[in-house]
C-alpha cells in the first residue's frame, strides 16, 4: 500500500498545513503517509504565501510525518516558482489528463 495525503489548496498557513496533514493521518489511523501533495498553487501563489507552505511540508518530512514531497496541477510557472523558494524539491507532480 502507498498512501498519498494531499494538502488542499486553501492552505496558505503553516497552521492549516499542519492542522491539515495531522487530520488526514488521524482521519486514516496512521501516524505518517508515504506521499504528502500540495493540491493546486494558485492560492499559495496569490497569498504569497507557497514558502511558508512548503517550508511547513519540509517539517512534517523531518518529523516523519511523510516520506516525500510533491505537488499536485502544477504549471511550469508555479514549479519554478516553487524551486525558488524550496529546500527539497518536489518528487512529482501529479496532474490531471483529460
Given at each position: 500500500?502507498?498512501?498519498?495525503?494531499?494538502?488542499?489548496?486553501?492552505s496558505t498557513s503553516t497552521r492549516v498545513v499542519r492542522d491539515a496533514l495531522r487530520s488526514s493521518l488521524a482521519s486514516l489511523g496512521r501516524a505518517s503517509c508515504d506521499l504528502?501533495?500540495?493540491?493546486?498553487?494558485?492560492?499559495?501563489?496569490?497569498?504569497?504565501?507557497?514558502?511558508?507552505?512548503?517550508?511547513?511540508?519540509?517539517?512534517?518530512?523531518?518529523?516523519?510525518?511523510?516520506?516525500?514531497?510533491?505537488?499536485?496541477?502544477?504549471?511550469?510557472?508555479?514549479?519554478?516558482?516553487?524551486?525558488?523558494?524550496?529546500?527539497?524539491?518536489?518528487?512529482?507532480?501529479?496532474?490531471?489528463?483529460?
Amino acid at each position: 500500500m502507498f498512501l498519498t495525503c494531499k494538502i488542499p489548496s486553501k492552505s496558505t498557513s503553516t497552521r492549516v498545513v499542519r492542522d491539515a496533514l495531522r487530520s488526514s493521518l488521524a482521519s486514516l489511523g496512521r501516524a505518517s503517509c508515504d506521499l504528502l501533495l500540495l493540491h493546486w498553487p494558485a492560492q499559495a501563489l496569490e497569498a504569497g504565501s507557497l514558502r511558508e507552505v512548503w517550508a511547513a511540508m519540509e517539517e512534517a518530512r523531518r518529523e516523519g510525518e511523510c516520506a516525500e514531497l510533491g505537488v499536485s496541477n502544477f504549471t511550469v510557472a508555479a514549479l519554478r516558482a516553487l524551486g525558488a523558494v524550496c529546500s527539497t524539491p518536489p518528487c512529482v507532480n501529479q496532474v490531471n489528463l483529460p
